[in-house]
């Protein structure tokens, strides 16, 4: 059985950094993530949809700009976490490194399902841009 999918592209501006990264990655720094995110179904719905763009928007995107948006992103085991916090208070702490690649599991396997429970949709993938050459891509396996 064949799938539809939608993608929906949104920007946040955010910083983290990634613990015992080899180069310069380890400090902090910030990123302008673009996010992919694609999202898909067996069915259309009475208009011939997978979904409505602005559904994507007022869940997900919105999630992105309230709890990400202009935040730092740190691991919870970051050494250095606590003494940020003192002098910051928008810190995020997620239960991972921050990678690129863990930030679009997370949306995919965590938030996702979350937000779209009650709706005829899946997050079945997002592609998260940290710079215009690089990129990483996580995607639920059939």
């Not at 983290?16 to 302008?32: A, I, T």
Request: with cysteine; glycine share 4%.
């Amino acid at each position: 059985m064949g799938k539809f999918q939608v993608v929906r592209k949104h920007e946040i501006h955010c910083g983290h950094r990634v613990v015992q990264h080899e180069g310069k990655c380890k400090n902090l720094h910030g990123h302008s993530y673009i996010f992919h995110l694609k999202c898909e179904s067996t069915e259309l719905d009475n208009l011939g949809r997978v979904i409505d763009f602005s559904v994507i928007k007022d869940l997900l995107c919105r999630w992105l700009d309230d709890n990400w948006d202009h935040k730092l992103i740190l691991w919870e085991n970051d050494p250095w976490l606590l003494s940020l916090r003192e002098i910051d208070a928008t810190i995020v702490t997620v239960p991972y490194n921050p990678t690129a690649e863990n930030l679009a599991r997370y949306l995919v396997e965590v938030i996702g399902p979350e937000l779209f429970k009650d709706l005829p949709i899946s997050l079945s993938e997002v592609t998260l841009e940290e710079t215009s050459k690089c990129r990483a891509s996580y995607a639920i396996s059939d």
